[in-house]
C-alpha cells in the first residue's frame, strides 16, 4: 500500500507564502494522477488542486486559484503544493491522496495556519 507522508505547513501571515511536500512510498506512484485536499475545522474535506501522472496538466479550486501551483518530481516520488498569497481562509489540514480516486486512507496531513 502507498504510504503518504505530508509536511511543509506551519503558521504564516496573510499574504505568506508556504510550500507544502507529500512523500508517498511505492513503485508505482508515478503511475497515479495526484491532489491536494484540505479539511478546515467544523468543515469537510475539500478538494484543492490536482496533477497528472505526467504533470503535463494541473487543476484547481476556483478559491486557490492563481495563487498556488501544484507539481511532482516521480523520481522522488513527491508531489509538492505551493501557495502564496495566503488568506485565513486557507487554514486547514492538508492533505495529498490520489485524484480523483483516493486511496481510501489519508496521511496526517500537515497544519496551515494563517493570521490575519
Known amino acids: 500500500q502507498v504510504q503518504l507522508v505530508e509536511s511543509g505547513g506551519g503558521l504564516v501571515q496573510a499574504g505568506g507564502s508556504l510550500r507544502l511536500s507529500c512523500a508517498a512510498s511505492g513503485r508505482t506512484f508515478s503511475s497515479y494522477a495526484m491532489g491536494w485536499f484540505r479539511q478546515a475545522p467544523g468543515k469537510e474535506r475539500e478538494f484543492v488542486a490536482a496533477i497528472t501522472w505526467s504533470g503535463g496538466s494541473t487543476y484547481y479550486t476556483d478559491s486557490v486559484k492563481g495563487r498556488s501551483t501544484i507539481s511532482r518530481d516521480n523520481a522522488k516520488n513527491t508531489v509538492y503544493l505551493q501557495m502564496n498569497s495566503l488568506k485565513p481562509e486557507d487554514t486547514a489540514v492538508y492533505y495529498c491522496?490520489?485524484?480523483?480516486?483516493?486511496?481510501?486512507?489519508w496521511g496526517q496531513g500537515t497544519q496551515v495556519t494563517v493570521s490575519s
Open positions: 491522496n490520489r485524484h480523483p480516486l483516493t486511496f481510501g486512507y
